[in-house]
């Protein structure tokens, strides 16, 4: 046997021994996969139900295996990696597997992977949290927004100011009669009357037969005579008590 087929020999060897001790050590979770080599299935312990995650160690040993590296890469069985996580695997598993040149690896990069799986679990649960705080910090400030209103600059109240005390004058002359229509001060019943007599007679067309007119102007006079009887009254209420002194 030359030393190139004695070499092979060795590293086909070793590489049995480790596949058999592989088997045993994950009974449930090594698959054979023929010419393509084989996996090993990382499940964890305490698996995220609302985002669950599995990986596998695919591997193929190279003719020199374990004097170098073997080909392997990293699956997704379940969930998704972005593309950080999975550089940061390949990187952190290579470094394990260099480390470990001219023994069996596998079993240390499995390890490996098992552990980077559970922070990639808990990565996803904190991006869940975080997503789920900045969707309450948004709502509350949409909410906050509806009661916050236009902050009180000194031209918005002057503006304000202004139209307040405008409307409160208008109120105010409407309620002593006095908001003008057309340029014209609105006038009370009396003073219409005082302005035209015609008004005093004008209803006449509307009277039923038998219905006694009312002279105005008659009212006027015995107003202005009583208030003259009043004043003479007065007068000589004065003279009398001149007389008595």
């Known amino acids: 046997m030359t030393v190139v087929n004695q070499l092979a020999s060795d590293y086909a060897e070793e590489q049995q021994n480790e596949l058999e001790a592989l088997q045993s050590i994950y009974p449930d979770e090594f698959e054979d996969l023929g010419a393509e080599g084989f996996r090993i299935i990382c499940r964890p312990e305490d698996q995220d139900e609302e985002a669950p995650s599995v990986l596998a160690l695919k591997v193929k040993y190279t003719p020199n295996y374990p004097d170098e590296l073997p080909e392997f890469e990293v699956e997704s069985i379940e969930g998704e990696l972005t593309q950080d996580q999975r550089e940061r695997i390949m990187s952190t598993l290579t470094a394990s597997a260099e480390e470990s040149i001219g023994m069996a690896m596998i079993f240390t990069m499995a390890s490996m992977l098992q552990e980077e799986l559970y922070v990639v679990i808990s990565e996803g649960k904190q991006a869940r949290i975080e997503a789920e705080l900045a969707r309450v910090r948004l709502a509350e400030e949409a909410e906050n927004r509806k009661f916050k209103g236009t902050p009180v600059t000194v031209d918005l109240f002057l503006t304000w100011k202004t139209k307040f005390d405008k409307e409160m004058a208008e109120k105010e002359q409407e309620a002593k009669g006095k908001i003008k229509t057309d340029g014209k001060a609105k006038l009370t019943g009396r003073q219409l009357f005082e302005q035209d007599k015609t008004l005093a007679s004008s209803d006449a067309s509307y009277m039923d037969e038998g219905d006694v007119a009312v002279d105005v102007t008659q009212f ?16 000589n209420q004065v003279w009398r008590n001149l007389g008595e002194d």
């Open 220 to 235: 006027e006079k015995e107003e202005r005579g009583v208030q003259d009887d009043e004043e003479e009254d007065d007068n």
